[in-house]
């Protein structure tokens, strides 16, 4: 068995200890241990270790807590450019000012007068897209403050904005008022997709049918997370006129039929190769920034 010649600060000290073994022939063998043993409060040497016990084991150390700082707005893009900029002052300022996580009053009256709004989406690989919704004023629909819905009618049956919604529930609308206060609102938030009829029940007041009673297929519920102004300084002033619309029209030429001549045209067409990142207008430091892998943290 172990022998023990004595203890340095609760650790056996190791040129001290030493393994004897007996071999099958009666010889005796003395084995130096260079690893130290520790002892345990109460324990002597020689003595064999207690078995454990709650009040002899090392507690561990208290958890650190984190200070609870704010977050700040923004992607980590927008730091990066305002950062090398010099504008992060005037972000934050902006940020303080004007965003927030909910619609405030104005937003709700701004809303309810809205006719259309610019939706953008996009799918799990971050593949954009942007389209447009319009009804008559309070087509969009406010819950409460922290939450919006608008309709989805019959369309073309391509589903971009739904079906990107289905990956990637983040979405992002913007409306602007271009005949009266010339101001734009911003919401980003989170979406979820529900059939008219379990809309219809979870919010029946707010299930409004559209122009010409058109029902709903479905809504697009959004959990705002930001909400913020945009300014009128590019807003071009519009005026309305008085105009007979075909309102939800299934008749292609109503609709705008072939506008553009692509039926009959190739697909997709060869294209010029060239390399453009989409940092080359940043610095070195920057580009490395908004390039880096998530593996790579």
């Known amino acids: 068995m172990p022998t023990w010649s004595g203890t340095v ?26 690893t130290p043993v520790p002892v345990l409060p109460g324990q002597l040497p020689g003595q064999e270790r207690p078995a454990a016990h709650p009040d002899t084991l090392p507690r561990p150390a208290p958890p650190v ?41 104005r937003m709700i009256e701004f809303i309810g007068r809205m006719e259309m709004a610019f939706v953008a989406t996009s799918d799990g690989h971050g593949e954009c897209d942007s ?50 206060s010339l101001i734009g609102l911003h919401v980003n938030g989170r979406a979820r997709i529900m059939d008219d009829d379990a809309f219809r029940g979870a919010f029946p007041e707010h299930a409004k049918d559209g122009t010409g009673g058109r029902r709903a297929e479905r809504w697009v519920v959004v959990e705002v997370e930001e909400a913020y102004i945009h300014c009128r300084k590019h807003i071009p002033r519009m005026e309305r006129v008085t105009e007979r619309r075909a309102w939800g029209t299934d008749d292609p030429a109503r609709k705008g039929g072939d506008f553009f001549g692509a039926k009959g045209t190739p697909r997709r067409a060869p294209r010029p190769r060239r390399r453009f990142p989409s940092t080359t207008h940043l610095g070195a430091g920057a580009s490395r920034t908004l390039r880096r892998r998530p593996d790579s943290r």
Do not use: C, K
Request: net charge negative; proline share 9%.
């Open 131 to 180: 389209s447009l919704r319009a009804g008559p004023p309070g087509f969009v629909q406010v819950i409460d403050a922290f939450t919006l819905a608008y309709p989805e009618y019959r369309g073309n049956g391509v589903y971009a904005s739904l079906g990107n919604l289905v990956e990637n529930p983040h979405i992002g609308l913007l409306m602007v008022d271009f005949t009266e």
């Open 9 to 34: 600060d609760g650790w056996v000290a190791p040129a001290l200890i030493h393994l004897v073994l007996g071999g099958p022939d009666g010889t005796v063998v003395s084995v130096p241990l260079r």
């Open 65 to 105: 807590v984190e200070p609870d700082v704010p977050e700040r707005p923004g992607s980590a893009g927008e730091h990066v450019l305002q950062d090398e900029r010099g504008s992060t002052a005037r972000a934050d300022r902006f940020y303080g000012d004007q965003m927030r996580d909910r619609l405030l009053p």
